[in-house]
């Protein structure tokens, strides 16, 4: 077990017995942020889309802004093109469409790395959850509130870093926008599968 697995799991484990606010915050996280923080980044990130569940990994990232000091365009791609299972992909688009609010659907849909199977799905699952994918009164209120721990504002910052980069696009705030993107994709990637009625 690498030092990574070893810390990923053990905060898991501890987070659903300590955690203020399940599955995970900030103040949890204090304890175990300068061990974080020495680790690989990418790897940490990757580890934990893989191996944990959507809920957990997406609010576990919300609540390290840091990790994201070191990470572009490249090694959002790096991540994208290591993910072995559908849900990772699930969990890094919600994290990144609703946290960082960017727009990584080019990263995957236009990747030649990423299998046709998984573009169907992904497009298939964010069809049915754009909603999701937005920041909704009660998400801004936790961040306000100080609920998880992290300011908006930490985040706010690195998705203005990000977009410098010209490959990276800003999420749309407008559900409409967002569902006839996603419309479109799920169409150009499961057209073929639909049975006449």
Not at 134 to 148: A, H, L, T
Request: glycine content about 2%; some cysteine.
């Amino acid at each position: 077990m690498t030092e990574i697995e070893a810390l990923s799991d053990k905060i898991v484990y501890r987070a659903i017995r300590e955690a203020l606010n399940a599955p995970i915050d900030r103040f949890f996280l204090e304890k175990y942020l300068h061990e974080i923080l020495e680790l690989d980044s990418e790897k940490f990130l990757l580890y934990n889309l893989e191996n944990v569940n959507n809920t957990y990994s997406v609010r576990l990232l919300a609540c390290l802004p840091e990790l994201w000091e070191n990470i572009g365009f490249e090694e959002m791609k790096k991540l994208i093109d290591s993910f072995t299972n559908v849900f990772s992909f699930y969990a890094f688009v919600q994290f990144t469409y609703k946290y960082l609010q960017v727009d990584i659907f080019e990263m995957i849909y236009e990747n030649e790395n990423v299998k046709l199977s998984f573009k169907k799905e992904i497009s298939e699952y964010l069809i049915n959850q754009c909603a999701n994918l937005i920041m909704d009164e009660d998400d801004y209120f936790e961040f306000e509130e100080g609920q998880i721990g992290v300011n908006f504002q930490e985040w706010n910052y690195i998705k203005q870093k990000l977009l410098l980069d010209s490959r990276i696009k800003p999420a749309t705030k407008s559900l409409n926008e967002l569902y006839i993107r996603l419309k479109f994709y799920n169409e150009r990637y499961n057209e073929g599968d639909k049975t006449p009625h």
